[in-house]
């Protein structure tokens, strides 16, 4: 039975264009600005300037760039797949709005300004840029397929975010928070994994191969694993002697209820509400989810001032 495709109302091309470029999902990008952030409270560091700050910013933008170009080569691998899921039908270009050699075009288009201007802004940049090119590309033809892999590679993903806006700047990031980003990332992807097992119930190959290897039970005890974990670690980070001397408070430790509200939370719009399939959305329109990464932030600008 032929699939049949959706068309939208209304929208032009280059809408379309946009769309497939996915700009919800700039927003796992920020933490590209991570190091940036956590090392104005650093006293050890000397020399942050607004430069430097516009040169994380760079490295963000540069980093949007390239992961819309990744998603772009994502969605014309999946085509066949997309066109049977019922929400992923509607990606432009697997509802057959964007042609293929259009989007080939733009994806080669978008990796070259992106990891360019990385290089612009030193080589490491550029290096970091290439590397999750070439990570998120082998994992597009290969590595999706494999499950668990495939997971650790979308946190490894995270983790090249997190290393990019520190050679942006030229600080050094914490190993601690790199665990911690890994583990974040993760848990999200676990979540997503077990709302599409779940969504999508006996079809769920059909839409994703390595779902057939997943088990919903398998998937819960992961992410309790992963959860707990995440927490943990955070925690260690706040209360690490090192981290206490760089940013010369005890007070880092405040964030704690912040971080586990956050996973509650997070847990109970996977578990009671059946969400999940899209973090990024979840992140930036459940209130109390915003409210407590308002509170988080400001703590740490309080600590950062006050130490």
């Not at 430069?51 to 819309?68: D, Q």
Request: aromatic share 10%; glycine share 8%.
């Amino acid at each position: 039975m032929t699939a049949t495709l959706p068309r939208p109302e209304s929208g032009s091309f280059v809408m379309n264009l946009v769309r497939a470029l996915r700009p919800a999902q700039w927003s796992k990008n920020v933490i590209v600005l991570a190091a940036f952030f956590f090392a104005l409270g650093d006293r050890s560091l000397s020399g942050l300037t607004p430069e430097l700050g516009l040169r994380a910013l760079a490295s963000a933008f540069f980093f949007c760039l390239v992961s819309s170009g990744v998603y772009l080569v994502n969605d014309l691998g999946d085509i066949a797949a997309d066109r049977l899921h019922p929400l992923k039908c509607r990606r432009p270009i697997a509802a057959g709005l964007i042609a293929p050699p259009v989007a080939w075009g733009l994806a080669v288009a978008l990796f070259a300004v992106g990891i360019g201007g990385g290089l612009l802004l030193n080589i490491r940049v550029g290096v970091a840029l290439s590397a999750y090119v070439v990570l998120q590309l082998v994992y597009t033809a290969w590595l999706k397929r494999i499950a668990l892999v495939d997971v650790m590679v979308i946190a490894a993903g995270f983790v090249l975010r997190a290393i990019t806006g520190a050679v942006a700047v030229a600080v050094p990031i914490s190993p601690w928070l790199l665990l911690c980003t890994f583990l974040l990332a993760l848990f999200l992807g676990l979540c997503k994994r077990r709302h599409e097992k779940i969504l999508l119930d006996d079809t769920a190959e059909q839409h994703r191969a390595v779902l057939e290897k997943y088990n919903p039970l398998l998937l819960d005890q992961l992410i309790a694993i992963v959860s707990a974990c995440t927490i943990l670690a955070y925690s260690i980070y706040t209360l690490w002697p090192d981290t206490i001397e760089k940013f010369g408070s005890r007070h880092l430790g405040l964030t704690i209820p912040f971080v586990i509200f956050g996973v509650f939370r997070y847990l109970d719009l996977v578990y009671r509400h059946g969400k999940g399939g899209q973090p990024e959305q979840i992140l930036l329109s459940d209130g109390p989810l915003l409210v407590a990464i308002a509170l988080f932030g400001a703590t740490v600008l309080a600590v950062i001032g006050l130490g």
